[in-house]
């Protein structure tokens, strides 16, 4: 009976690696290349950082993300910075990325009450995933944090919508993503929250007062993102 289950268990063990190896997304990856030092540099730092093991709430993605040390640092600072958060964004990150930086101690010996999330656009702005991948990421990444920080619940969020226009293939897909991503949540260990229609205009056009590049929000973009946030992380909170 034990060499039938073992040749069982060897017989699907290939077919495990061929799906990992057919969606990138769901695959572990660091950057370190010579033009990408700046990123495992800033995953040490984030690993020194005292602040990391103390905060309350962590904010998890990537550029716009990380923005909120840039364009939204005052907006952070007024309304995000007294819950206790802390900042793991990287520019540039795919979900792949986020699963090393979980499986590389980025929330070891924490113990954060919400974990904000936001990621998921690089994947199909770099073409290295397609939605449906992404979203299996993202699962993924769910499921990592679960082990990781177990007491902690998940707020999920919506890929930001990005282009000039709501034809653009990129918004498309960011949209498809965004559907995907409510799947995942429960409503109460991970709560999805949508708020991408508050960055556009009624015609589903995108404003540069918001978006200067159609993807990154400045000050006025990140204030919106606060606005149709805040209620839900801090009931999250309680």
Wanted: hydrophobic letters at 40%; aromatic letters at 8%; one cysteine or more.
């Amino acid at each position: 009976m034990k060499r039938i289950l073992l040749a069982a268990l060897l017989a699907l063990a290939p077919v495990a690696c061929t799906f990992a190896a057919d969606n990138p997304a769901i695959v572990p990856a660091a950057r370190n290349t010579d033009k990408e030092k700046w990123w495992p540099a800033r995953h040490d730092a984030k690993l020194k950082d005292p602040k990391r093991t103390e905060a309350k709430v962590i904010f998890f993605g990537d550029s716009i993300t990380q923005g909120w040390e840039g364009g939204g640092k005052a907006v952070w600072a007024q309304s995000i910075e007294p819950l206790g958060a802390f900042n793991l964004g990287f520019s540039g990150d795919r979900t792949e990325h986020a699963l090393w930086r979980i499986d590389n101690g980025e929330f070891d010996g924490t113990h954060p009450k919400v974990i904000v999330i936001l990621l998921g656009t690089n994947n199909i702005g770099h073409k290295s995933s397609n939605p449906e991948q992404t979203a299996e990421g993202m699962k993924a990444i769910i499921a990592r944090l679960a082990q990781k920080t177990p007491e902690a619940k998940i707020l999920l969020l919506g890929v930001l919508p990005r282009g000039a226009k709501p034809d653009e293939p990129l918004r498309q897909q960011a949209a498809e993503i965004t559907k995907l991503y409510a799947g995942l949540a429960d409503g109460k260990k991970v709560v999805f929250l949508d708020f991408n229609n508050k960055f556009l205009e009624a015609d589903g056009t995108m404003s540069k007062d918001i978006m200067p590049d159609f993807l990154h929000p400045n000050a006025k973009g990140y204030q919106i993102w606060v606005d149709n946030m805040l209620p839900k992380l801090k009931e999250m909170l309680n």
